[in-house]
């Protein structure tokens, strides 16, 4: 895979997460428009029960465009407030430069709303004490707009640039506001924007398809050979036909694992990019699978690179950093401590890849799930008694951090602990490719620890490891399409 087929499928991928957006953001902007709008074109918020002890009710500062003009044409974007006493009484409404606004409240007791959701136990306030303004609201004369009265009382305001307040008191300025209120939102070129965001999100969806089928197409008519790992998978496979295997460096440092993890940032940026590649390539792998029964080759051995890239940042900087080699910015199979290989599949099954990969998969996720993120529990806040999502630390990283803390004090990597950790990232791979479309065997609820693949052995012959095959030169023959639909 050249350069710059590589490049053209990074920008594909960034290409394709863009176009996913705008597509996303487009679907919403339609709904809104067919079925949010009232008969004068405005989008309601939700209903809000608002309540101060204080003299007033008042926003967040509102920072618009300083030209707005040069942006949008007049009348492009309107606002609607509205609010109705709770005891019946005369409310005040208004919107007024912030400036203004925080001159006439200086000193008063406010409650300015900071945070606002869909319902009104959402509402965050910032609660200051003072005393009682000076004038009545409707006295002064900075108002952009405004309206008083009992009832409801309702404003319409077309943005201006500027920085903005907008405020509701009782229409006497006495003490404790307690009001219904709702905003909404009038955009006049809503439908325009919808259609414009739904094209551009079409095109880039386009453009991203090319660049990645582009740079995933094999050059020519050149025959991709299976790697050397690949082929020592062999007709008979380890206990899955994904290897994953890796030498514990005999001298580490002692603590060179503090800031691996630091040096490894490149890599991390580059894998996000891939990660996204990934995601696209194997979606498109899918529609391929369930048409043909085939995984496209050229995409194949492009998200193979991507999991063997990951795996040997994870296994210099965290999971399980056994080695001090720095990884090589490639996807190819190469020279280093930790190998990962993926045995392609001649024939895939259509009907599993509509299941497998979230139906059949679950209960290796649930596992999986403990190996790399730990347990997930629900808890209650003992200050505001709102419920928070924990999570734990995943069983590697804690086999992980034992086995380093071990290494700083003694210079030893446990090797016990190094062939465990090695069974449980086995495991971890092997759901990967399976839920990666990438193969139709399901994996095995077993560990088998060590740092090399366990190999049947062959008729006079003592078991052997796939590194140990490719080391010694065999080439075993490829699994016919029936083993590996079997």
């Known amino acids: 895979m050249t350069p710059g087929k590589v490049l053209?499928?990074?920008?594909?991928?960034?290409?394709?997460?863009?176009?996913?957006?705008?597509l996303i953001g487009g679907a919403a902007l339609a709904w809104a428009y067919g079925t949010q709008r009232d008969a004068d074109g405005f989008i309601d918020s939700p209903t809000y029960d608002l309540v101060s002890t204080g003299y007033a009710i008042t926003t967040t500062d509102a920072d618009l465009a300083a030209e707005p003009n040069e942006w949008f044409p007049s009348g492009f974007?309107?606002?609607?407030?509205?609010?109705?006493?709770?005891?019946?009484?005369?409310?005040?409404?208004?919107?007024?430069?912030?400036?203004?606004?925080?001159?006439?409240?200086?000193?008063?007791?406010?409650?300015?709303?900071?945070?606002?959701?869909?319902?009104?136990?959402?509402?965050?306030?910032?609660?200051?004490?003072?005393?009682?303004?000076?004038?009545?609201?409707?006295?002064?004369?900075?108002?952009?707009?405004?309206?008083?009265?009992?009832?409801?009382?309702?404003?319409?305001?077309?943005?201006?640039?500027?920085?903005?307040?907008?405020v509701v008191m009782n229409a006497d300025a006495s003490e404790g506001v307690a009001v219904s209120a709702e905003g909404a939102v009038r955009i006049a070129a809503l439908l325009a924007i919808t259609i414009a965001t739904v094209i551009v999100g079409l095109f880039l969806a386009i453009l991203a398809a090319a660049l990645l089928v582009w740079g995933t197409r094999p050059s020519g008519d050149r025959v991709i050979e299976p790697t050397p790992a690949a082929r020592a998978l062999g007709a008979?496979?380890?206990?899955?036909?994904?290897?994953?295997?890796?030498?514990?460096?005999?001298?580490?440092?002692?603590?060179?694992?503090?800031?691996?993890?630091?040096?490894?940032?490149?890599?991390?940026?580059?894998?996000?990019?891939?990660?996204?590649?990934?995601?696209?390539?194997?979606?498109?792998?899918?529609?391929?699978?369930?048409?043909?029964?085939?995984?496209?080759?050229?995409?194949?051995?492009?998200?193979?690179?991507?999991?063997?890239?990951?795996?040997?940042?994870?296994?210099y900087a965290f999971s399980p950093a056994a080695t001090d080699k720095y990884p090589p910015f490639a996807l190819r199979d190469m020279d280093y401590p930790a190998r990962l290989d993926v045995a392609y599949p001649e024939q895939l099954s259509r009907g599993l890849v509509l299941v497998k990969w979230w139906l059949l998969a679950i209960p290796h996720y649930l596992i999986v799930g403990v190996f790399t993120s730990g347990l997930i529990w629900w808890t209650t806040s003992a200050g505001d008694g709102t419920d928070a999502l924990q999570i734990g630390g995943g069983l590697i990283g804690l086999l992980v951090f034992v086995a380093l803390v071990i290494l700083l004090f003694t210079g030893r990597y446990p090797k016990e602990l190094f062939n465990l950790v090695m069974g449980l990232n086995r495991w971890v791979y092997r759901v990967w490719a399976y839920a990666g479309l990438m193969r139709d065997e399901y994996p095995p609820f077993r560990l088998d620890l060590g740092g090399t693949e366990p190999v049947p052995a062959q008729p006079g012959q003592s078991p052997a490891s796939p590194s140990e095959a490719v080391s010694s030169g065999a080439d075993p023959a490829m699994p016919s399409e029936q083993d590996i639909i079997r």
């Not at 053209?8 to 290409?15: D, P, Q, Y």
């Open 8 to 22: 053209g499928i990074i920008v594909g991928a960034i290409a394709g997460l863009v176009a996913l957006g705008m």
């Open 77 to 166: 974007f309107d606002v609607r407030l509205e609010a109705e006493s709770a005891d019946g009484g005369s409310v005040f409404v208004g919107i007024g430069p912030t400036a203004d606004v925080d001159r006439y409240l200086a000193g008063v007791a406010v409650s300015e709303i900071t945070e606002i959701g869909d319902t009104t136990a959402t509402l965050v306030y910032d609660v200051r004490g003072g005393v009682a303004p000076a004038t009545l609201p409707a006295d002064e004369t900075f108002w952009a707009a405004r309206a008083e009265g009992p009832g409801a009382q309702v404003i319409e305001w077309e943005v201006e640039g500027g920085n903005w307040t907008a």
């Open 236 to 315: 008979d496979f380890p206990v899955y036909p994904v290897m994953v295997e890796g030498q514990l460096d005999p001298n580490l440092s002692r603590w060179k694992w503090l800031v691996k993890w630091f040096l490894a940032i490149p890599h991390y940026v580059a894998l996000a990019v891939l990660a996204v590649a990934f995601f696209f390539l194997t979606i498109a792998a899918f529609f391929a699978i369930l048409f043909t029964g085939r995984y496209p080759r050229g995409i194949f051995d492009f998200n193979v690179g991507v999991m063997r890239w990951g795996y040997r940042v994870g296994y």
